[in-house]
């Protein structure tokens, strides 16, 4: 697994290689997996998402600044940029995950 090719994809390189392999890892290959990563870094992307929508449309009422949100922060739309990235090249998975394509799957993509 080429883990630079990733990271140039990503534009970011990661000082702790061990955390980007965790976080590629499904729970169904290890039990150092990456459900942990996945609960912080939806509440990191939560903020993030809102934030940066708080501060471009300073107009805009609560109600649709959520709506916008939940377009952008949900498993569809995170799955399809996983899709970009090619994730689903580096996840470490388990046999059945592997045998009936959890490398494309959208909810284990979307985690990720």
Same mark, same amino acid.
């Given at each position: 697994? =080429?883990?630079? !090719? ?7 390189t990661?000082?702790? @290689? +061990? !955390? ?7 729970? @169904?290959? &290890? @039990? ?7 609960f912080?870094? /939806? &509440? $990191?992307l939560? *903020?993030? *998402?809102?934030?940066?929508?708080? %501060? %471009?449309?300073?107009d805009?009422?609560? +109600?649709?600044?959520?709506? !916008?949100? &939940?377009? *952008? $922060?949900?498993?569809?739309? #995170?799955? =399809? $940029?996983?899709?970009? !990235?090619? #994730? +689903? ?12 394509? +959890?490398? /494309?799957?959208? @909810? *284990?993509?979307?985690?990720?």
């Amino acid at each position: 697994m =080429n883990l630079q !090719l990733l990271q140039t994809r990503l534009g970011y390189t990661f000082r702790d @290689s +061990g !955390l980007l392999q965790q976080a590629l890892t499904h729970r @169904s290959h &290890s @039990s150092l997996h990456n459900e942990r990563l996945e609960f912080l870094g /939806d &509440s $990191v992307l939560g *903020i993030a *998402i809102t934030d940066a929508l708080y %501060r %471009r449309h300073p107009d805009v009422p609560e +109600g649709q600044l959520a709506k !916008l949100r &939940s377009a *952008i $922060v949900n498993a569809r739309a #995170l799955a =399809n $940029v996983a899709r970009e !990235l090619r #994730l +689903g090249d580096y996840l470490l998975l388990g046999k059945g995950e592997e045998t009936t394509g +959890g490398r /494309d799957k959208g @909810s *284990i993509l979307a985690d990720t």
